[in-house]
T-cell receptor, first 110, second 115 residues
Framework: SQTIHQWPATLVQPVGSPLSLECTVE??????LYWYRQAAGRGLQLLFY??????ISSEVPQNLSASRPQDRQFILSSKKLLLSDSGFYLC?????????FGPGTRLTVT | AQTVTQSQPEMSVQEAETVTLSCTYD???????LFWYKQPPSRQMILVIR??????QNATENRFSVNFQKAAKSFSLKISDSQLGDTAMYFC????????????FGKGTKLSVIP
């Protein structure tokens, strides 16, 4: 069966510091991969998606970036965090038309 | 652009009773997919049920069923025999047909099951 991992589970970072969140998927090959952000009390906003290694599409312009160095690895990064980057970050994998989510990372920018 | 509306920010239901959560959407697509996701306090999003727009039969998964009204663009979730573990945020989501990668989510309904 497929499993999706995210780390870290929680993160507190000062404004202006860099960010790296990692997501890995097991039990499947060539999945579509997604990064979402969920602000407090709101639904999910798609940030990036990838259909293959090195292929990244951005849905929302901001100071975040994503990379897919391996088939089942998806990384969300920032060079300098903003207060507005605080939130709950979810990675998801999908095939066909379904998406399955990881446990998420709670990011607090102070 | 597609929009998904959940008009009930919060709902409550007595344990063992039935509750229906509402969702409407707006699209010009003819082929698409609809989903209900559950987000318990752990915050992991769990796929509860899915519906393909081309299927007239309403989807059912154990105690969860949907009422899909394509002409009205309505997609409600019915939870039967509510259990304490059903307490969660519930999100309705829309995805256009094959070739699209974007799920559009509603803002969610917070469901509390009361013992």
């Amino acid at each position: 069966s497929q499993t999706i991992h995210q780390w870290p589970a929680t993160l507190v970072q000062p404004v202006g510091s860099p960010l790296s969140l990692e997501c890995t998927v097991e039990g499947t090959s060539n999945p579509n991969l997604y990064w979402y952000r969920q602000a407090a009390g709101r639904g999910l906003q798609l940030l990036f998606y990838s259909v293959g290694i090195g292929q990244i599409s951005s849905e929302v312009p901001q100071n975040l970036s994503a990379s897919r160095p391996q088939d089942r690895q998806f990384i969300l990064s920032s060079k300098k965090l903003l207060l507005s980057d605080s939130g709950f970050y979810l990675c998801a994998w999908g095939q066909n038309y379904e998406q399955y989510f990881g446990p998420g990372t709670r990011l607090t920018v102070t | 652009a597609q929009t998904v509306t959940q008009s009930q920010p919060e709902m409550s239901v007595q344990e063992a009773e039935t509750v229906t959560l509402s969702c409407t959407y707006d699209t010009s697509e003819n082929n698409y997919y609809l989903f209900w996701y559950k987000q318990p306090p752990s915050r992991q999003m769990i796929l509860v049920i899915r519906q393909e727009a081309y299927k007239q039969q309403n989807a059912t998964e154990n105690r969860f069923s949907v009422n899909f009204q394509k002409a009205a663009k309505s997609f409600s979730l019915k939870i039967s025999d509510s259990q304490l573990g059903d307490t969660a945020m519930y999100f309705c989501a829309f995805q256009p047909g094959a070739g699209s990668y974007q799920l559009t989510f509603g803002k969610g309904t917070k469901l509390s099951v009361i013992p």
